[in-house]
């Protein structure tokens, strides 16, 4: 018995709940921003760094087998002179976009921010010598763009991780892992303090040590003494855990996992995000042409509205600082949808019903929405199910004209015949 309790208590100590903000109580701000948050339902993600240099993804050095120390050379000739952060807000803007999430470090260890930490940074490092990071913020704020950082717990260079090494009772087996945390905490400290409105941190690379002993404890609760009311994520791929504000989801809606990362990823309480690329990868990649067509990332955005998350579409910049046409012709054309349609997104929560066969369901106060995004096998009608509410009117939402309807056992039926044709969703409205 004494061993079943002994091996029970260590299994405790290397769960991450154990390591986790024990105790949190969200100050009112958070509260507040996690509300606002639900309510912006549409992101930029920025996947951004030296490794673009190269034009074959994020993860180059990795896939590449590149020494770490002649992929730091890469560093000597990143100098993105055409980078400029209105552009890149301008273009969040007119995609209908509400907050940007950009890559401040990833997992080659290179930080695209002014450290003091460490001099393998993009001011001190490179000829460009200049601080985008701040750029866009300073940008963000100017137009009303919220902007989130990604951090990356993962680093494959720094001496102190020790990148592969065996992890024995919650640290590596070589380095200093008290090193590394509080070489984290410190640059996260710098990324809160030292740029504007900074209302998010979006974690990456737990997954690569899921029984180190992160110290969120620690890590969690510095974020939220600096920033009460910034909102934490980890792409860990698991349920939360006690300290962050919101759950993300790695190319996956919520409760799915064709991907295979979310297999441990029970929903929790929290605000939720999904995240996907463009095409098929997150840094730039030159060859990859599999590009997503408007519709699918129209389509992935209601769908996410329907499960009451937001979507995080990301961009790969090239190694000048541009991104290229092919996403900034796709975003503009997200955007005329939005304009239009933008009502039955925003400010809508989800989970109203569980999705049909033919689409999905928003709703904001006394108002439905429901998007018809798939052929539909009865000819002319949908099924709401469940529908509790008696409507005052069921229309057309682009033209206003009015369905035919009725309920029943079933839930709620509208007669579709009279939406106008839409390729991409046609949208009934519904108040009650």
Known sequence: MRKLLRFILILLCFSPAAWAQQGYKPSESNLKAREHFKDMKFGLFIHWGIYSTLGDGEWVMDTRKIPYNDYKRLADFFNPQAFNAKEWVDLAKRAGMKYITVTSRHHDGFSMFDTKQSDYNIVKATPYKRDPMKE??????????????????LDWGRADYAFKSPIVNGVPEKGDWNSYINFMKAQLTELITNYPGVKGIWFDGHWDRKNANWHYDEIYGLIHKLGPDIMIGNNHHLAPIPGEDFQAFEKDLPGNNKTGFSG??????????TCETMNGSWGFNIN????????????YLVNAAGLDANFLL????????????????TLGKIGAWIDKNGETIYGTRGYLVKA???GTVTAKGKTVYAHVLNPVKDGNQIVIPDFKFKPKSVTA??????????????????????????????IVKITY
Do not use: T
């Open 397 to 426: 939402f682009n033209g206003g004209a009015k369905l035919k309807y009725k309920k029943d056992k079933s839930g709620l039926i509208v007669y579709i015949d009279q939406l106008p044709a839409d390729e991409i969703d046609r």
């Open 314 to 329: 990301n961009v790969g910049p090239m190694p000048n600082g541009k991104i290229q046409p092919e996403f900034v012709d």
């Open 356 to 358: 049909q066969a033919w």
């Open 264 to 273: 441990d990823a029970k929903i929790g309480d929290l605000p939720l995000e």
């Open 136 to 153: 866009l913020a300073e940008e963000c704020q100017k137009q009303g763009i919220e902007l989130r950082f990604y951090y990356s717990l």
């Open 288 to 299: 990859d042409r599999n590009y997503k067509s408007v519709k699918e990332l129209v389509h």
